[in-house]
């Protein structure tokens, strides 16, 4: 077999050909409340994965699970070909400790609904904090990282602004420009403009879909069908924690199979 060379792309992993992320019928519950039913999931590298779904139906949930922000309670999943949270020996699973975990975390970019800035600090020092902190990055070079990623997000001469300054799109975009900082190979987003103000929305889902068209592999809990269409490699519809179906966001869309799934988008749509 010949050997081929893939160029290093942002967000994609050079060495995996295998899947970007991989969930194997994951379960998760709050005491007896069953959340996650088994969700099974493949979302292969430079993907942008929009995952649909009613209120409570455990979207945000898997989302946290991906990055052991949530415990799972059976299944698997693995990230760039590695198992999240735990380490397999002898045929058993053993949870990998603190600092492991947060290594795992480390490339995978998250942005909620809530912006989640720190109010008392400039933008750039938002997105100089973690890399700087946890990533052990110079601070010199951490600034002219953020000085450009903030130039990419549209927000090049809010370096020195406060968030209580900023509109819901602009700190969402410096939310963005802060996960990226960590040079995520991998970006989640939960529900990522639904708090803003209609007019808001649309130059945060430009941010996103630029990012898309570079690579980035991208899981997007939304409810913005127009996205999903236009930017969406494929779609999720989640129902009580379960993946009711899935498929190409535009076929999804026009001529939606499940029951389920069309009185959800009759809904949004
Ligand atoms: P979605 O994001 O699709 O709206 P969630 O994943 O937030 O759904 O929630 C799914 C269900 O899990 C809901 O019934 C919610 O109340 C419950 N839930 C989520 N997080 C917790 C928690 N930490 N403790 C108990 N129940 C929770
Ligand atoms: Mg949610």
Not at 17 to 38: I, Y
Not at 101 to 112: D, E, K, L, S, T
Not at 201 to 217: C, F, I, N, Y
């Given at each position: 077999m010949t050997e081929v060379t893939v160029p290093a792309q942002a967000?994609?992993?050079?060495?995996?050909?295998?899947?970007?992320?991989?969930?194997?019928?994951?379960?998760?519950?709050?005491?007896?409340?069953?959340?996650?039913?088994?969700?099974?999931?493949?979302v292969r590298?430079?993907?942008?994965?929009?995952?649909?779904?009613?209120?409570?139906?455990?979207?945000?949930?898997?989302?946290?699970?991906?990055?052991?922000?949530?415990?799972?309670?059976?299944?698997?999943?693995?990230?760039?070909?590695?198992?999240?949270?735990?380490?397999?020996?002898g045929g058993k699973l053993h949870e990998l400790r603190e600092k492991?975990?947060?290594?795992?975390?480390?490339?995978?970019?998250?942005?909620?609904q809530r912006f989640n800035l720190f109010p008392h600090m400039t933008v750039l020092q938002n997105i100089v904090e973690a890399p700087v902190l946890v990533g052990r990055a110079r601070k010199a070079e951490a600034r002219d990282r953020a000085a450009q990623l903030l130039e990419r997000v549209g927000l090049g001469d809010k370096l020195q602004a406060y968030p209580g300054q900023l509109s819901g799109g602009q700190q969402q975009r410096v939310a963005i420009a802060r996960a990226l900082a960590m040079q995520p190979k991998l970006m989640l987003f939960d529900e990522p403009t639904?708090?803003?103000?209609?007019?808001?929305?649309?130059?945060?889902?430009?941010?996103?879909?630029?990012?898309?068209?570079?690579?980035?592999?991208?899981?997007?809990?939304?409810?913005?069908?127009?996205?999903?269409?236009?930017?969406?490699?494929?779609?999720?519809?989640?129902?009580?924690?379960?993946?009711?179906?899935?498929?190409?966001?535009?076929?999804?869309?026009?001529?939606?199979?499940?029951e389920r799934t069309k009185a959800f988008l009759a809904k949004v749509l």
């Open positions: 967000g994609r992993s050079a060495t995996e050909s295998g899947p970007m992320v991989r969930a194997e019928q994951v379960h998760k519950s709050f005491g007896p409340l069953e959340v996650l039913k088994g969700i099974d999931l493949e590298a430079g993907e942008v994965c929009c995952l649909l779904g009613p209120s409570g139906s455990g979207k945000s949930t898997f989302l946290r699970c991906i990055n052991h922000l949530e415990k799972i309670n059976a299944g698997r999943i693995w990230v760039d070909g590695e198992l999240i949270g735990y380490r397999e020996h492991e975990v947060a290594a795992q975390r480390r490339p995978i970019g998250m942005v909620f639904s708090a803003l103000d209609p007019e808001l929305v649309g130059e945060v889902l430009d941010v996103m879909k630029d990012l898309a068209r570079d690579g980035m592999t991208m899981i997007v809990v939304t409810h913005e069908i127009g996205f999903a269409r236009e930017v969406g490699d494929s779609l999720v519809f989640m129902d009580g924690g379960v993946v009711v179906e899935q498929g190409d966001p535009r076929a999804v869309i026009a001529d939606p199979k499940h």
